[in-house]
């Protein structure tokens, strides 16, 4: 069974960076994402990366965040430069994962971001 594992969440303050990593283990998985959300808010799209390493980004971080990941070791960043109090949150992890019957998405477990001002 494929699970994901985040980490690098934190506090730092307003202008600052922080690098998130989500591992996957047990299988392969093919299209990855970051999610996050904040208190009281829906969870949203934050960034995406293909398998070949195709990449979307929210437009509130274009320019700002950095999506990425290495397949040999079933890895995805996610570098966030310039951050805002508005970046706190709970940020996930999704993971496309395939099988015999199609295609199932799992999620993280969750690494908290906080940002001061």
């Known amino acids: 069974q494929v699970q994901l594992v985040e980490s690098g969440g934190g506090l730092v303050q307003a202008g600052g960076s922080l690098r998130l990593s989500c591992a996957a283990s047990?299988?392969?998985?093919?299209?990855m994402g970051w999610y996050r959300q904040a208190p009281g808010k829906q969870r949203e799209l934050v960034a995406a990366?293909?398998?070949?390493?195709?990449?979307d980004y929210a437009d509130s971080v274009k320019g700002r965040f950095t999506i990425s990941r290495d397949n040999a070791k079933n890895t995805m960043y996610l570098q966030m430069n310039s951050l805002e109090p508005e970046n706190t949150a709970v940020y996930y992890c999704?993971?496309?994962?395939?099988?015999?019957?199609?295609?199932?998405?799992?999620w993280g477990q969750g690494t908290q971001v906080t940002v001061s001002s």
């Open positions: 999704d993971a496309d994962v395939p099988g015999a019957w199609g295609t199932s998405s799992i």
């Open positions: 047990g299988g392969s998985v093919n299209a």
């Open positions: 990366i293909t398998y070949g390493g195709r990449t």
